[in-house]
């Protein structure tokens, strides 16, 4: 194991090689090695090898070496980031790295702790292009954005509108005389507001509008725009663009508003492979009208996994912060101990490192089901797509909002210095909680898989076949917790009965609560209206069985023993114990529990605080994020914390200069007016 220590502390240590003696003493005590782990994150030692080698081939190269965020203007960030992510596109061609996978490797690397500029360009623009346009289109297109001849971004949201699709208002209606499409923002509030890169980079994009044609609304559609001159970059006539100004996160990010007015451009710009419009003006509709959920399908899949990283950053810096900071006494007369010592600290940092883990492995395991989904409707079965969206919806919605509430909470758990822009948590939080609305806002979100719920309530009642996993909706309600002591609870199948009893009652109770406002004669949206209380209850539930689900799973299906598996079994179910403790009622009025095993739930927790405890540091060290994407100085991986914090601070712009300038302008001026006015009193 010190081997391998040592060959991971070169990845990571300060320019003095120097390791902090806390956070030595936490590794060589752990229970296992954590590229143990690495390994099962990754899904393989190749993986593991693989992308290292690529972050290697980032942290070596002085193009990328790090600079201080905290102390750029927004102006200089956006400058930096779009020339880091231009010299990334060169330098991966030079690499000749060609997957997508280690694209988004190499970029999260050169990024570190912001977010990845020309993000757009390569997810939701280019799939879009692969997924909505017809083989003659993608010919053109793709080798255009795959060339970067094009930079593009996908534009749906509006000022007005966003996560409600229906309600989008740009206009395209085609003119059969030229055979064009006239895309129109008829109101203030149908311009596209917020898609990344619009304000000033992109030269494209994939533009969200209203088709019209033959005087007939066929609502929302895909259309390739240009936008800017290929000659000069400015925009063209009737296209209005912008930035949309300084927001919480996203500094380095041209978020941007566009507002067209009658734009032309040719028909055959419309993404045509499920749905076209002929040059008569004659529509033809796509063989499932949701196809286009696709697209968010993928990027809600992605964002998942994005969640668990910005998780798994708060959770490193916050564990191995509160191994080299002391504090207080814990035995009168003794040393001050290390906060991770503390189970009060222990209960913020444990969840949260538990539930990274859960959330990263739940978005390989969306992946792989959308990649499964795509290779279906090739075959022209989209079947699948009613349960893989009702998932994703909700998954989307709970995971950034557990990643936000967590960071938040490891944010506090690192005391004021958590709250210094030199913690990494300013950024990193910043990013994250974005997630919350972006991409679906999570409300909206919650209630698309309660929708998904209620409808397999329904076949349920009916007798219809249901999935594998939504089999839990007939799950017997009079069945019982035969668990008698703490032990019992250690058991993965009785937590799992125990979610989905819960879940079940929850999704039940909310259709039974609908089934009486419609008895009396309300009409369907007005009941809907009025239940969201139990459907977002219902659809947290279930995405939160979901998550423990394929936590369990996953590390079922792992092919590996010895004490790392049993440190991450031990993880999994306190995972779980956490989730029943935090919604004690709700797993209580399920029937299958009682408030005495409830106390033993309680003692079984404990339980599992101490057997964490000594591998608390090995566990994030086997997240292996690399320093310069964290960009903490409380989450170094050699601890050395207190030098460096000195050494930042110093580094601050506003120290440049000894006297400031403000003190000329403001400071001395009032001093010297208070003397005067002082003096003049004697």
């Given at each position: ?305 994005h969640m668990g990283t910005g998780l798994a950053m708060g959770a ?15 035995i009168p007369g003794k040393p001050e101990p290390r906060i991770l ?342």
């Amino acid at each position: 194991m010190a081997d391998r220590m040592a060959e991971s502390a070169l990845r990571y240590q300060g320019e003095s090689g120097n390791m902090n003696p806390d956070i030595e003493s936490e590794r060589n005590n752990a229970d296992f090695d954590p590229v143990e782990l690495t390994y099962f994150l990754d899904g393989g030692q190749e993986n593991t090898e693989q992308r290292r080698s690529i972050e290697s081939a980032v942290y070596d190269d002085a193009q990328f070496k790090k600079k201080e965020l905290s102390f750029m203007t927004q102006e200089e960030r956006y400058t930096h980031s779009i020339g880091q992510a231009i010299a990334a596109v060169k330098r991966m061609r030079e690499l000749d790295i060609t997957d997508t996978q280690q694209q988004w490797m190499f970029k999260a690397a050169v990024h570190g702790p912001e977010e990845s500029n020309l993000s757009l360009h390569s997810s939701m623009f280019l799939h879009c292009i692969y997924s909505q346009m017809n083989e003659e289109q993608q010919e053109k297109w793709l080798n255009a954005a795959f060339d970067y001849t094009v930079i593009g971004t996908y534009a749906q949201t509006e000022m007005g509108h966003g996560t409600y699709l229906r309600g989008l208002e740009t206009t395209a209606t085609y003119d059969p005389l030229t055979q064009e499409f006239v895309l129109h923002s008829p109101t203030l509030t149908s311009m596209k507001w917020w898609p990344g890169n619009l304000g000033k980079t992109v030269t494209h994009a994939i533009v969200a509008a209203r088709l019209i044609t033959r005087g007939k609304d066929h609502g929302t559609h895909m259309f390739m725009v240009q936008l800017r001159s290929m000659d000069d970059h400015r925009p063209l006539s009737g296209v209005e663009l912008g930035d949309i100004g300084p927001k919480l996160g996203f500094a380095n990010v041209d978020n941007g508003f566009l507002k067209l007015d009658h734009l032309r451009i040719p028909r055959e710009h419309m993404c045509m492979k499920y749905s076209q419009v002929a040059p008569d003006g004659t529509y033809t509709a796509p063989p499932n009208t949701k196809l286009s959920y696709g697209t968010m399908v993928l990027i809600r899949s992605f964002l998942t996994n994005h969640m668990g990283t910005g998780l798994a950053m708060g959770a490193t810096i916050a564990t191995r912060y509160s191994a080299v900071r002391r504090q207080s006494e814990l035995i009168p007369g003794k040393p001050e101990p290390r906060i991770l010592d503390y189970q009060s600290q222990q209960m913020k940092l444990f969840p949260q490192i538990a539930s990274a883990y859960a959330i990263l492995v739940c978005g390989v395991q969306l992946k792989d089901r959308f990649l499964e989904y795509m290779s279906q409707t090739d075959e022209g079965n989209f079947s699948a797509l009613p349960e893989l969206h009702g998932t994703t919806a909700g998954v989307k919605a709970y995971t950034t909002e557990m990643a936000a509430k967590g960071l938040e909470l490891l944010r506090m758990s690192c005391g004021g210095h958590g709250y210094s822009a030199a913690s990494g948590f300013p950024e990193i939080y910043s990013n994250i909680v974005a997630g919350c609305t972006y991409e679906g806002e999570n409300t909206v979100m919650y209630l698309q898989t309660a929708r998904f719920l209620i409808k397999t309530v329904r076949q349920a009642r009916k007798g219809e076949k249901l999935t594998p996993f939504m089999s839990y909706i007939r799950a017997d309600p009079n069945e019982r917790c035969r668990g008698r002591s703490p032990e019992d609870f250690m058991n993965i199948h009785v937590l799992l009965s125990a979610y989905g009893h819960r879940t079940r009652k929850m999704v039940n109770h909310a259709a039974d609560c609908m089934d009486v406002q419609l008895k009396e004669g309300k009409i369907q949206a007005i009941v809907w209206n009025n239940n969201h209380l139990h459907l977002i209850a219902a659809s947290k539930a279930h995405c939160h069985m979901f998550l423990l689900d394929c936590f369990h799973r996953s590390v079922d299906n792992w092919d590996h023993c010895g004490p790392a598996r049993s440190a991450l079994e031990a993880l999994v179910r306190f995972y779980a114990l956490h989730g029943i403790l935090e919604n004690k009622g709700e797993f209580l009025q399920s029937g299958y529990l009682n408030t005495e095993q409830l106390d033993l739930i309680e003692r079984q927790y404990v339980a599992l605080l101490d057997i964490i405890r000594p591998n608390a540091v090995a566990l994030v060290d086997a997240f292996d994020i690399h320093d310069q994407r964290h960009g903490s100085v409380l989450g170094r991986y050699d601890g050395n914390v207190y030098e460096n914090l000195y050494k930042w601070a110093k580094a601050a712009p506003l120290n440049e200069k000894e006297v400031v300038d403000a003190y000329h302008l403001h400071i001395k001026p009032f001093l010297d007016e208070n003397r005067r006015r002082v003096q003049a009193k004697l």
